[in-house]
């Protein structure tokens, strides 16, 4: 991934939260000041703000007015910024989504995928095959593709925790951010029948690769969701833009609902 892509003050985060995450800012040591942090990395005291304000969303610093900003402990640095899974993101909106594990593939060969994981073009993948289940419906399939230096992870691999769990436990591998592209395409018959639908039926297409928090990327997935069954909703702050996927049930099949600003807790 070019750093010419990421927003500077990313780029900025993501140095800092390295150096957090590998103990070379220790729990409760104060961060330079914004001003010797525009120096170092050549940029604004905005930019430096906008990455402290994302640090601070990720639990990683506090910023106590008129000392600075300090690293939190250790304890709620892993927890803070490890990427969520599909089923623990659906969870923190109360909806139970089991995963079914289809298959496991090794070895696959894919060129473009190699590319995108930075591999050779001959190296093999492995390729692990899910089924996400909302009260008895499939909703999304997905297939994962990693190194065949994880063949070992992905065979032990349990739909009871997320692959980024897994990894993080059995390779000590910490995914931390992802890029996506959202493409409508029409379902084929065999993702039809897996997702018990009817070929042709419209459907996004997800396609991800997830980072290691060195920047390497570690997964390529492609998840195809049906449209009847999603939305995508983008939120906006001042110059940043925020992506959350909202499943659609009976519930909550009010989609316009999701342009209301949320209501305010009462006491």
């Known amino acids: 991934m070019s750093n010419r892509t990421i927003p500077r003050y990313v780029q900025i985060a993501n140095a800092l939260r ?20 525009a120096d170092h990395y050549r940029t604004t005291l905005s930019t430096v703000r906008q990455a402290i304000r994302l640090l601070e969303e990720e639990n990683l610093i506090r910023t106590e007015h008129g000392s600075g900003s300090f690293v ?4 709620f640095q892993e927890n803070s910024i490890q990427l969520l899974g599909f089923s623990s993101e659906m969870s923190r909106h109360n909806l139970a989504v089991e995963t079914e594990l289809l298959s496991v593939n090794y070895p696959v060969l894919n060129v473009e ?3 995108l994981l930075q591999l050779p073009v001959k190296q093999p993948l492995v ?12 909703i999304v399939l997905q297939h ?33 951010d992802a890029r996506e592209i959202l493409k409508p395409v029409l379902l ?15 459907a996004l297409l997800s396609m991800r690769v997830s980072f290691h928090l060195n920047a390497s990327p570690i997964i390529y997935d492609e998840a195809f969701l049906p449209a009847d069954s999603f939305v995508v909703t983008a939120e906006r702050f001042g110059t940043r833009t925020r992506y959350q996927f909202h499943l659609l049930s009976h519930e909550n099949s009010d989609i316009l609902s999701l342009l209301l600003p949320p209501s305010e807790p009462t006491f």
């Open 18 to 37: 390295r150096q957090i995450v590998q103990h070379s800012l220790s729990a409760n040591q104060k961060l330079p000041s914004q001003r010797e942090l």
């Open 72 to 75: 939190n402990p250790s304890s």
């Open 113 to 115: 995928i190699s590319r």
């Open 127 to 138: 390729q692990i095959n899910r089924l996400r289940v909302f009260r008895g419906k499939p």
């Open 144 to 176: 994962s593709y990693l190194s065949h230096q994880f063949v070992n992870c992905a065979q032990t691999y349990q739909p009871n925790l997320s692959l980024y769990e897994h990894l993080q436990q059995s390779a000590g591998v910490l995914i931390t």
């Open 188 to 202: 084929n018959e065999e993702q039809a029948s897996l997702l018990e639908r009817q070929p042709n039926e419209p």
